[in-house]
């Protein structure tokens, strides 16, 4: 089962910053939070991922909460291409298996 | 380009003839793996390598083989396909096991 439980769907204004949350109050020290997205049916994306301090690259910025309980991930300023389904993933190091829970969806608007 | 590479794309074919998926990497990674996506269930792990000749099970192995001769290459073995095993298949690889993965574009399978 995913750790992880993120909100099924959210909207965003194109332009707008995405903000996606995603709580895993379960994860332990050495765990990681990973992103990814979907888009429609193409292969997932991988888009960051951290341990416990804030990440940021090209894409997207992750912001982990000082108790790792909980992080958001930051889309600056989405465009419609953003739309995708949004999977939050928490990782052991030594681990490959990426377990997909539901996700959100998320849809960019004009 | 750096790519993970799948083939088919798409196949329909019948019970019980076997089929192979092919999947290439040109990262020089050491962990490849497969997954399955059906609706409702997510994505789920069926196999994966963590280098030459080292291969075991995911999540959902039964009906399935691989072989890992060549660090590029991951086939997916499908000795006698069964409807059940009509899915979307992804192949993905990462430098290591825990890295960020790379996933190809993915083959749709239809079993008849």
């Known amino acids: 089962d995913a750790k992880t439980t993120q909100p099924t769907s959210m909207d965003c204004a194109e332009g707008r910053a995405a903000n996606l949350p995603c709580n895993h109050s379960?994860?332990?020290?050495?765990?990681?939070v990973y992103w990814y997205r979907q888009i429609h049916s193409q292969g997932p994306q991988y888009i960051i991922h951290?341990?416990?301090n804030n990440e940021t690259n090209e894409m997207a910025s992750l912001i982990i909460t000082e108790d790792r309980k909980s992080s958001t991930l930051i889309l600056p300023h989405a465009t419609l291409r953003d739309t995708a389904v949004y999977y939050c993933?928490?990782?052991?190091?030594?681990?490959?298996?990426?377990?997909f829970g539901k996700g959100t969806k998320l849809s960019v608007k004009p | 380009e750096a790519q993970v590479t799948q083939n088919p794309r798409y196949l329909i074919t019948v019970t019980g003839k076997k089929l192979t998926v092919t999947c290439s990497q040109n990262?020089?990674?050491?962990?490849m793996s497969w997954y399955r996506q059906d609706p409702g269930l997510g994505l789920r792990q069926i196999y994966y390598?963590?280098?030459?000749?080292?291969?075991d099970k995911g999540d959902v192995p039964e009906g399935y083989k691989v072989s890992r001769k060549e660090k590029r290459n991951f086939p997916l073995i499908l000795e006698s396909p069964s409807p059940n095993q009509t899915s979307l298949y992804f192949c993905?690889?990462?430098?290591?096991?825990?890295?960020?993965?790379?996933f190809g574009d993915g083959t749709r399978l239809s079993i008849l």
């Open positions: 390598s963590m280098n030459v000749e080292v291969t």
């Open positions: 379960t994860i332990s020290g050495n765990e990681y």
């Open positions: 951290g341990l416990k």
């Open positions: 990262m020089n990674h050491e962990y």
């Open positions: 993933i928490v990782m052991g190091g030594s681990q490959g298996n990426l377990i």
């Open positions: 993905a690889s990462s430098l290591s096991q825990g890295g960020p993965q790379h």
